[in-house]
């Protein structure tokens, strides 16, 4: 099983949708959790941490479920601009030489 | 404000020849890596550093330099460039190893043909 896994899409949604979509990780020691947007071409910039207690960012929420190893993002009322690819890292996964370890994304297109 | 700072944007080598790809931060932390990104297989860690004259191999080292000689600075030197070596190379840094505390910030990348 690898490391962190991701669906990689892509998920073809309607503007105003509501989309979700998980990321599991196989390491149950692994200690934080976010997840990164990446529009295509550009650098990734961080789009939220995850927290134990789950968190939502305006139309994000971040979910992390310990027991089944996975975390989720949920994003509600869905925009044009929320295309991208969403990437997931988990810290203390045990990959990664520097302790994090990425995802390789979920491709994510809001369709008009 | 800069953030991190890569250049070149684009860069076409032809097999054998070397290059540096350099990396600059503004705000002041202490760690700083080098990830490469190719279709199908998400980012790679190549080196990072956890601070000036400390640096360490990532997942994907070989065909790569790298030195921190200042905070600020972490040039990624291709000794030899390979084909194989055709891809868009990040440079990220972070106040804490790894992101824990602070997010990464990305530079805004590479674009490397070898052919």
């Known amino acids: 099983r690898k490391e962190v896994e991701q669906d990689p899409g892509p998920f073809n949604v309607p503007e105003g949708a509501t989309v979700a979509f998980n990321c599991t990780y196989s390491n149950s020691a692994s200690q934080s959790f976010f997840w990164y947007r990446q529009d295509c071409r550009k650098e990734p910039k961080l789009l939220m941490s995850v927290y134990s207690s789950g968190n939502e960012d305006g139309r994000f929420t971040a979910q992390l479920n310990r027991a089944s190893q996975y975390i989720s993002l949920l994003i509600r009322d869905s925009k044009l601009s929320d295309s991208a690819t969403y990437l997931c890292?988990?810290?203390?996964?045990?990959?990664?030489?520097?302790?994090?370890?990425f995802g390789k994304g979920t491709h994510l297109i809001i369709q008009p | 404000n800069a953030g991190v700072t890569q250049t070149p944007k684009f860069q076409v080598l032809k097999t054998g020849q070397s290059m540096t790809l350099q990396c600059a931060q503004d705000m002041n932390h202490e760690y700083m890596s080098w990830y490469r990104q190719d279709p199908g297989m998400g980012l790679r860690l190549i080196h990072y550093?956890?601070?000036?004259?400390?640096?360490d191999q990532g997942e994907v080292p070989n065909g790569y330099n790298v030195s921190r000689s200042t905070t600020e600075d972490f040039p990624l030197r291709l000794l030899s460039a390979a084909p194989s070596q055709t891809s868009v190379y990040f440079c990220?840094?972070?106040?804490?190893?790894?992101?824990?505390?602070?997010?990464?910030?990305f530079g805004n990348g590479t674009r490397l043909t070898v052919t």
């Open positions: 990220a840094s972070s106040y804490s190893r790894g992101g824990g505390i602070s997010p990464l910030h």
């Open positions: 890292v988990v810290r203390g996964s045990g990959g990664g030489a520097d302790g994090l370890t």
């Open positions: 550093s956890v601070g000036a004259g400390i640096t």
